[in-house]
């Protein structure tokens, strides 16, 4: 089992930034790809970025340029830095963890509880 465990959000004016974070515990946090995801009022939750056990990320076309994600194996946390936020960009944010990096939600095997970012215009 992992547990996860996000922190960070919160509200933010547009062209701000804001960086969240996912604590694991549990099982070796090294061996796990992580991913983030987002979950907008009213819409599906959506991929937003993932990063491989050895710390290359893969992101959203809506994020690329916008958003970083990096892990710290020595601190079993992932992050993710976002700039130049748009009101678009409001959700909930979870991560996740997998066996292998991956854009499909369905292949994740344990997810945090989420934290709400709010970007205001």
């Known amino acids: 089992q992992v547990q996860l465990v996000e922190s960070g959000g919160g509200l933010v004016q547009a062209g701000g930034s804001l960086s969240v974070s996912c604590a694991a515990s549990?099982?070796?946090?090294?061996?796990?790809?992580m991913g983030w995801f987002r979950r907008a009022p009213g819409k599906d939750r959506e991929f937003v970025a993932a990063?491989?056990?050895?710390?290359?990320?893969v992101y959203a076309d809506s994020v690329k340029g916008r958003f970083f994600i990096s892990r710290d194996n020595a601190k079993n946390t992932v992050y993710l830095q976002m700039d130049s936020l748009k009101p678009e960009d409001t959700a909930v944010y979870y991560c996740?963890?997998?066996?292998?990096?991956?854009?499909?939600?369905?292949?994740?095997?344990?997810w945090g509880q989420g934290t709400q970012v709010t970007v205001s215009s």
């Open positions: 990063i491989t056990s050895s710390g290359r990320g």
């Open positions: 996740a963890a997998a066996s292998r990096v991956t854009l499909r939600d369905d292949w994740y095997d344990y």
């Open positions: 549990g099982r070796t946090f090294s061996g796990y790809a």
